[in-house]
């Protein structure tokens, strides 16, 4: 019998379900919502239901289920598969999604940070194939970050590594949520893109974007002026690929890695930053590693981390 | 008979060559002038006779050599131990260092980077001890690292990873000699202590230190100052903490490392630096990783390297 195995993305808005085989191929697909706000018991009720769900299509179409990963938001008790805290999912603290999930299947249960997960995914069946080592970063609302060096996630001392998105790109920079000032995180996000093109607005630049009000503003919104030619709009992408160059050249100097992969729903903004960065790149990271290193867009979306789960189980 | 290994530490001045033994004990040591300008076969054969002369101690006091380890400024081919090239040893290129050594002495031999040997030494009776995963970063005229991951050096693909002294810690400073600008290495070196105070004196800022004419101020000097109560010295040294401090709570953020060790000759200059270093990282790190991590001095000196090296073959 073929051995497969499933996948589970946990997002804040969906949990993404996967059944994936040895090859990597995806064989089967679910999706709920999260529903985040209704707390953990719900969710995991939720998680339950789909993984159920999927084991069911494995059984039907004769495939045995070798075990179930998952890849979750927020800091993760590797040794027990406990989520310790998730920012994106209220009330998770101290949740055992591990031996919850052990308990309702009986199969072994790998719990993954959603970020490693990601990477793992590229790394496995997308932009990262073949590479030994890579550092792939998601741009979304924040800027997420896994590395994977030897082939392995790398994790750190409390399994919190990875934290691309809260390099110091700018000592002088605006104030991070984290705490920090000049992140990464805070010019190179969609978020980014919306604040820095509104404070570029309220200061009265011109652009075609001026009607907007702060709250109606969206980063594809910028995108959509950017590719028409609004200068204010192509000047914010290219700051938000300059910043993200000179955190790309810190980590090709730091870790002389094969390859990094950039995904997340503003790399769809590719054209827009990849100039910038790459000059960037040029400019402040030594030749032969930089040389060394493809800078990459991801090529799995959505898939990505359901791939990376069902990976570190069947793979 | 007791395991030996003797352990080479090939510096731009000096060479030093250590006796060492499996718990990490140095039996017998050795030194010898480099004279790099007279070229990589005279410096071999100085290589070739201090390891020798090792060889003869051990064999004396009935010891068995196991192998011979070799640190080496510059970039090295780690499949085949030849240094690519060495920016302190005057015509060092392709030098097939490792057959050299094999071939004189038949004994396995292992080359490292210098300053992954430094890292590779404190980890294992420094100040890194018990630590799987660390960074060690050497002050002295630039600034070298050394990542070691689950008790293992992180080469990267090249051999290139760890160029702390290359971090990005602000993207407007001062040009480096590597093209970049704002590396960590032009505020936290030796070189960069002295070209701020120099820079400071120049502009008329008051000091014990004014009577210094640039080429004759040394970074000891002004840690001298700075312990008199020179307050242009202190500012420099508090300014060179916090830079460094900006590049390590990045690489606590990325690395999530139980320890930063920090060597070289500036780091005499520690209570000068501490302060602001420490102030930076809590600022700008992650608190969980941050409170893991223990930034300490290093406490092998000049031994770091011999010890890193001949663990490579001992250990």
């Known amino acids: 019998m073929a051995k497969v195995a499933v996948g589970v993305d946990i997002g804040g808005t969906n949990l993404r379900f996967g059944l994936v085989d040895e090859s990597g191929k995806i064989l089967a697909r679910k999706r709920l919502l999260t529903k985040g706000q209704e707390g953990p018991e719900k969710v995991l009720g939720r998680i339950r239901d789909g993984i159920a769900a999927l084991i069911k299509t494995a059984s039907e179409s004769g495939h045995k289920v070798a075990g179930i990963g998952a890849g979750v938001p927020g800091i993760i008790s590797h040794k027990d598969g406990v989520v310790r805290f998730s920012p994106n999912l209220p009330g998770w603290k101290d949740v055992a999604l591990k031996s919850y999930i052990q308990r309702e299947f009986g199969l072994p249960v790998v719990?993954?940070?959603?970020?490693?997960?990601?990477?793992?995914?590229?790394?496995?069946q997308g932009a990262g194939r073949g590479a030994r080592s890579l550092v792939c970063i998601t741009l979304g609302t924040?800027?997420?970050?896994?590395?994977?060096?030897?082939?392995?996630?790398?994790?750190?001392?409390?399994?919190?590594?990875?934290?691309?998105?809260?390099?110091?790109v700018n000592p002088a920079g605006p104030k991070c949520g984290c705490g920090n000032t000049g992140c990464l995180e805070r010019y190179s996000s969609a978020t980014a893109i919306v604040e820095m093109t509104m404070n570029a607005l309220l200061k009265g630049k011109a652009s075609s974007l001026a009607n907007f009000k702060p709250g109606t503003l969206?980063?594809?919104?910028?995108?959509?002026a950017a590719r028409s030619g609004d200068r204010l709009a192509v000047r914010v992408y290219k700051d938000a690929g300059k910043y993200l160059g000179i955190a790309i050249a810190d980590l090709i100097n730091l870790l002389n890695v094969e390859k990094v992969?950039?995904?997340?729903?503003?790399?769809?903004?590719?054209?827009?930053?990849?100039?910038?960065?790459?000059?960037?790149?040029?400019?402040?990271?030594?030749?032969?590693?930089?040389g060394r290193c493809g800078i990459l867009p991801g090529t799995l979306g959505d898939d990505a981390g359901i791939l990376g789960a069902a990976g570190l189980v069947v793979k």
């Open 261 to 290: 992969v950039i995904g997340g729903g503003m790399a769809g903004a590719w054209e827009l930053f990849i100039g910038s960065l790459e000059a960037e790149v040029a400019r402040r990271a030594f030749a032969i590693p930089a």
């Open 111 to 124: 719990v993954e940070n959603d970020a490693n997960a990601y990477a793992l995914g590229e790394a496995w």
């Open 218 to 224: 969206t980063s594809e919104a910028v995108d959509k």
């Open 142 to 168: 924040g800027v997420g970050g896994g590395i994977i060096l030897g082939g392995k996630v790398w994790r750190g001392a409390d399994g919190m590594a990875g934290e691309v998105g809260h390099i110091t």
